[in-house]
């Protein structure tokens, strides 16, 4: 019931977007929660998550899980019967765990990092975060599908970060890492990735991810 689940989370977060794309493609109805953010967090996101006091956060039956990937584990454990996020295979479903990592310590640290500076230390960011995506490149044009095969799965939830903000972030902050030069196993992912019947309800337009990032990043 929906009033068992809720997310806490905040429209143009990637990371509270991962949490609403998993529930939806297990077929889980959940109440939202949208925090003020930068500006004002919720008592209940600061009683919930007291220790890093962001965004996402899921309650299920009163009880809090933070972080997305934690959480989208969690969904996955407690849905089973509905749509797998993560392989059945454990050697399969530890790479997707590795992958998943890769994304946020790899590509998400170095192109934020990117946005943020100036430079030569900008142009030091961006040749991380483009080794980082050719790795991603020789990785899933092994399979010249989706990370999760036919379908879209953890490594794809946890990309959409790639397929949905950084085309943004390289509007906004005028830098270009990913071309169908560089990258066209990458852009082609990224085609199916976004133009997913769900995932294409959950990812916020580009124009206002662009218009939020001017407004509020403020390095």
């Known amino acids: 019931m929906a009033e068992q689940v809720q997310v806490f989370g905040f429209w143009e977060s990637p990371f509270s977007r991962r949490v609403e794309l998993a529930l939806k493609l297990k077929g889980v109805e959940y109440q939202y929660f949208e925090e003020d953010l930068p500006h004002n967090k919720s008592d209940l996101l600061l009683k919930y998550n007291p220790i890093h006091k962001k965004v996402p956060v899921l309650l299920h039956h009163g009880k809090p899980i933070a972080e997305s990937l934690v959480i989208l584990e ?3 454990d407690i849905w089973k019967e509905s749509y797998p996020i993560l392989p059945h295979h454990p ?10 990592k890769f994304i946020d310590d790899k590509v998400v640290v170095a192109v934020v990092k990117a946005a943020g500076s100036r430079g030569e230390d900008r142009e030091k960011a961006i040749k991380e975060a483009r080794e980082a ?4 490149e020789k990785e899933i044009e092994k399979s010249n599908k989706l990370f999760g ?6 490594v794809d ?6 397929a949905g903000w950084i085309p943004a972030i390289e509007e906004c902050f005028g ?3 990913l071309t169908t030069d560089n ?7 990224s085609d199916q990735v976004v133009n997913h019947s769900i995932v294409n309800q959950i990812l916020p337009p580009k ?3 662009v218009a939020f990032m001017k407004a509020n990043w403020k390095f």
Do not use: C, M, S
């Open 133 to 136: 995506l050719e790795t991603l």
């Open 91 to 100: 050697h399969q479903r530890a790479l997707a765990r590795f992958w998943a």
């Open 157 to 162: 939830i946890v990309g959409t970060v790639i």
């Open 183 to 189: 990258f066209p196993n990458l852009i082609k992912w």
């Open 175 to 177: 830098f270009q890492l």
């Open 74 to 76: 969690y969904i996955d």
């Open 207 to 209: 124009t206002e991810i």
């Open 149 to 154: 095969g036919d379908d879209i799965g953890f």
